[in-house]
């Protein structure tokens, strides 16, 4: 049995994808858990969602992030103006760990020793 096949053959992002989630999460989710008192959130993605993950971790509101069957490699794969590298750079300045869970078909960037433990140091669980 090949997997997901979503995760596999992952649909091509069209470039506003990152804008408006960046906009979503920027005018609408943030000020709605600020207003309600939410002081720190955890945010969880499977497969493509761990590029919403990263990203979103990049926000001193986010604590950590959890990303199961991991695939923002290939996600970034699709944008001419970003690498993989460029995803955890914030997330160690806003100091947020992340969990990685891959499944047997993920890459090595995604376990122990990957590009992901050597960029996010400690904040890799």
Known sequence: MSGDPLCENPPSP??????????DWEDRIVPFLESSGVTSVGVVGNCVGSYIV???????????????????AEVVAYYD????????????????????????EEGDNYRPGGLAEEMLGDLVQ
């Open 81 to 104: 103006d970003e690498a993989e590298e460029d995803l955890y750079p914030p997330v160690v300045e806003n100091g947020a760990p992340q969990y990685f869970g891959p499944s047997l």
């Open 54 to 72: 990263l990203h979103a971790s990049a926000y001193p509101l986010v604590r950590c992030g959890f990303s199961t069957h991991p695939s923002h």
């Open 14 to 23: 069209s470039p506003p994808l990152l804008p408006l989630t960046q906009s």
